[in-house]
């Protein structure tokens, strides 16, 4: 059995060579008895959290988008986001394919040509959605990101707590949350 002065030192250790200097997220678990039906539709993403130098950096120009889940015709879903870049309206359609349990999905990026894989971990359909996505694109490359959806364009104080909390049990920092600002442009409501 290790003595208290050589286990500290062995977490010393561990500390000075870099496997402790980031602790890992937790992982997000999915929503029960997810329904993909009920998750279709208009979604405005509202919340975002990240721990990307990229996000950190963009995180006050970024603005609310337009999302819209429909089925896929091989049976994954077709995620087609419209947002506001450049003061140009622009869409994109992500394909996410089914990946293990209902409500976990995989997509590759087109920026990076990466994986990703999204989980639908709280919804209640009507209201709001809790997402969190995470990839590896290489060694010390790990990107990870919760997102917040409501069914309109100004959450309710409870539903921004409640995204702020699932961010934080995933291990972002006040710094790295954000709520997206409404725009006029991209963002009509009719799909």
Same mark, same amino acid.
């Given at each position: 059995?290790?003595?208290?002065?050589?286990?500290?030192?062995?977490?010393?250790?561990?500390?000075?060579?870099?496997?402790?200097?980031?602790?890992?997220?937790?992982?997000?678990?999915?929503?029960?008895?997810?329904?993909?039906?009920?998750?279709?539709?208009?979604?405005?993403?509202?919340?975002?959290?990240?721990?990307?130098?990229?996000?950190?950096?963009?995180?006050?120009?970024?603005?609310?988008?337009?999302?819209?889940?429909?089925?896929?015709?091989?049976?994954?879903?077709?995620?087609?986001?419209?947002?506001?870049?450049?003061?140009?309206?622009?869409?994109?359609?992500?394909?996410?394919?089914?990946?293990?349990?209902?409500?976990?999905?995989?997509?590759?990026?087109?920026?990076?040509?990466? $994986?990703?894989?999204?989980?639908?971990?709280?919804?209640?359909?009507?209201?709001?959605?809790?997402?969190?996505?995470?990839?590896?694109?290489?060694?010390?490359?790990?990107?990870?990101?919760?997102?917040?959806?409501?069914?309109?364009? $100004?959450?309710?104080?409870?539903?921004?707590?409640?995204? $702020?909390?699932?961010?934080?049990?995933?291990?972002?920092?006040?710094?790295?949350?954000?709520?997206?600002?409404?725009?006029?442009?991209?963002?009509?409501?009719?799909?």
């Amino acid at each position: 059995m290790a003595t208290p002065n050589r286990l500290w030192m062995g977490l010393l250790l561990l500390g000075v060579l870099g496997v402790l200097q980031t602790p890992a997220p937790a992982q997000a678990t999915l929503q029960p008895n997810f329904q993909e039906d009920k998750f279709l539709g208009l979604w405005f993403t509202s919340g975002l959290a990240s721990n990307s130098s990229w996000f950190l950096e963009k995180k006050k120009v970024l603005s609310m988008c337009k999302s819209v889940v429909g089925p896929a015709a091989d049976g994954g879903l077709n995620l087609t986001s419209t947002f506001l870049r450049k003061d140009q309206c622009e869409t994109r359609t992500l394909l996410l394919r089914p990946a293990g349990p209902p409500g976990c999905y995989t997509y590759t990026s087109p920026h990076w040509s990466s $994986t990703h894989e999204v989980s639908v971990v709280e919804t209640d359909y009507e209201t709001y959605a809790l997402l969190s996505t995470e990839s590896v694109r290489g060694p010390g490359q790990d990107f990870h990101m919760a997102t917040l959806y409501s069914r309109t364009q $100004t959450p309710r104080a409870e539903v921004k707590e409640k995204f $702020t909390t699932f961010a934080k049990s995933l291990g972002f920092t006040e710094e790295g949350i954000v709520f997206l600002p409404k725009t006029d442009k991209c963002m009509e409501e009719h799909t």
